[in-house]
């Protein structure tokens, strides 16, 4: 799945052929067909292989002494970005694997929300100028735009979007702890 996960990443999901997972797995391509009946169905494992690492990654990062900070940190991760907009592509003519991105994408929200819900009681009051909900949507949705953009080589306004972005995740910060990110 690694060798899948890879692939996909250099050359995108319309490379994945056996023989093309098998040599980069340096493996017989008969078996990557023996575990996987077709190539859809190896996609699909490395998705929902890699939604459950990455939820592992966002679990630690809420129970970070910086939830927010360490969630924009995972949020951020071109790879992860990258990988996703494949799978979303992919989406489009696979209902199992937009099945798939929906119920992960909802897991994710809603552990980020109720984090996000968590750490505004604890850290900044009510916060009525922003819900749990509607922070998620904007630290997401910002994340990936940059990921996206900065693939493509756009880079104008990132600097203080992300400057935003910190000053907005520095009202929850604890004075002891290192606020990089």
Known sequence: MEATARLVLEEGHGAVTARRVAAQAGLNPG??????????DLLLAVFRHGAEANLRRQKRALSSAQPLRALWKVNTD???VKLMMEFVVLSNRD???RAEIAAYAER???A????????LKERGGDAPDISPAAASMLLDGVARLLAIERS???TIGHEDLVAL??????????PDTDNEG
């Open 95 to 97: 209902e199992a694997i």
């Open 78 to 80: 071109p790879r992860g």
């Open 165 to 174: 972005v910190h000053d907005y995740l520095r009202r929850f910060d604890t």
């Open 31 to 40: 078996l990557v067909h023996y575990y996987f009946r077709t190539m859809d």
């Open 152 to 154: 493509l080589g756009v």
């Open 112 to 119: 980020e929300q109720a984090a996000i819900a968590r750490v």
């Open 108 to 110: 994710f929200r809603e």
